[in-house]
């Protein structure tokens, strides 16, 4: 059964610093996942990950997978208020097409 | 763009009543899911399925049933409405693409049940 767990559940951080947020899995899993969630807002998709060593970056976030770890790091350079979000990473099965493990998720608050 | 659209953003229903949360999807996805999301828990995975007709359970499917009778249309159901089902319900749908793949949300039913 694939487990995943996601810490810090709570970060406040200021503008301008730098900070990683660990989604730890338990078992296999071929892709990770991270979504963002604003409050009172569905879940928006920000990366897959699919393969060991994967790194992906959009703006200020950037996401990386180790599998043999099995963590996957989702990092934030230079916070500004606008991440203020809820993100979770997420963990497909395998062999179970589709089907997503989500961790707690981490409420990120960034402040000015 | 993918829309997929939840029919109540917030419903409140009574203890024992049967309830019907409906969802619908504009890009002929083949899957279908519902999760719920309780504060500090995350989402949990409901159903799911692959197909019309076709169903799977998830993690938590006590409580709970589905329906698809339409490709586009995918339905959960509390047969008997209890105050622990109150929660968050959150429906998704993709395209089996390969790597391609990602989930997309509707934008949630917030369900009270007193």
């Known amino acids: 059964e694939l487990k995943v767990e996601q810490n810090p559940l709570f970060l406040s951080m200021q503008e301008g610093k730098n900070y990683t947020i660990y989604c730890n899995y338990s078992t296999t899993s071929d892709r990770l996942y991270w979504y963002r969630q604003d409050p009172g807002k569905s879940l928006e998709s920000l990366f897959v990950l699919l393969s060991n060593g994967a790194v992906k970056q959009e703006g200020r976030l950037m996401a990386s997978l180790d599998t043999k770890a099995r963590l996957s790091t989702l990092h934030i350079t230079a916070a500004v208020h606008d991440l203020s979000a809820t993100y979770f990473c997420a963990g497909r099965r395998t062999g179970t097409a589709s089907k997503l493990t989500f961790g707690t998720g981490t409420r990120l608050q960034v402040t000015l | 763009d993918v829309k997929v659209t939840q029919s109540s953003r917030y419903l409140v229903k009574r203890t024992g009543e049967k309830v019907f949360l409906e969802c619908v999807q504009d890009?002929?996805?083949?899957?279908m899911f519902w999760y719920r999301q309780d504060p500090g828990l995350g989402l949990r995975l409901i159903y799911f399925s692959y197909d019309v007709k076709m169903k799977e359970k998830g993690d938590i499917p006590e409580g709970y049933s589905v329906s698809r009778e339409k490709k586009e249309r995918f339905s959960l159901i509390l047969e008997s409405a209890s105050t622990n089902q109150t929660s968050m319900y959150l429906c998704a749908s993709s395209l089996e693409a390969g790597q391609r793949e990602k989930l997309f949300f509707g934008s949630g039913t917030q369900l009270s049940v007193l």
């Open positions: 890009m002929d996805h083949e899957n």
